[in-house]
């Protein structure tokens, strides 16, 4: 029970920060892609820097290293500048969010089975729809579509993965009070 309890604290804290970030994604779609190009060119351009001081002074590995330096801050530099041609990339990452997000909504619907919960098998249905729509951002089918779907996506994973944990934890408590209850007998 450990696990599950771990699990649902996992899922929850995901469940918010899905939600919030999806709210920003449906109130600010343009600059939201772009902010988050330009953070990842930043991270990429760092990188590079620490790969290229840490080993500026080893003379066995020296060129190659600074050679994969140069490669990355090369990218980096392009995300940066070219923000709108990073939008794939943040699909496919959030496409692959959704994706973990629907094994772990359907992962939940099991546990709810296990709990005893009437109508478990309802709560596929939040799960399947992420993996759905996970399965979509990854494909490349959204690519037209503007950041607002993406935000839209992860409300809706947001909310949904917070109904599963809460009808997880009612069929529990449900079943921890029969349990007590026949413990009384």
């Known amino acids: 029970m450990k696990k599950l309890k771990d699990l649902r604290l996992n899922v929850s804290i995901s469940a918010v920060l899905m939600s919030v970030i999806g709210l920003i994604c449906v109130l600010n779609p343009d600059s939201v892609s772009d902010f988050l190009a330009k953070i990842i060119g930043v991270v990429l351009m760092v990188v590079a820097a620490v790969m290229f001081l840490s080993r500026i ?5 020296r060129i190659p290293a600074l050679l994969v330096a140069a490669m990355i801050a090369a990218l ?3 995300i940066f500048t070219n923000p709108q041609q990073f939008t794939y990339l943040i ?12 094994v772990q909504d359907i992962t939940m619907a099991f546990a709810a089975k296990v709990a005893g919960a009437p109508r478990w098998w309802g709560l596929l249905i939040p799960g399947g729809i992420d993996l759905l729509l996970g399965i979509l951002c990854v494909a490349g089918q959204f690519i037209k579509l503007s950041i607002t779907v993406i935000g839209i996506m992860l409300l809706f994973d947001g909310i949904s993965s917070l109904f599963v944990v809460h009808k997880v934890n ?4 449900v079943v921890d009070g029969v349990l007590t209850h026949e413990e009384d007998l």
């Open 57 to 61: 002074s080893d003379d066995v590995l």
């Open 76 to 78: 980096g530099l392009y």
């Open 91 to 102: 699909f496919l990452v959030f496409g692959i969010i959704l994706l973990v997000d629907g």
């Open 170 to 173: 009612t069929a529990e408590r």
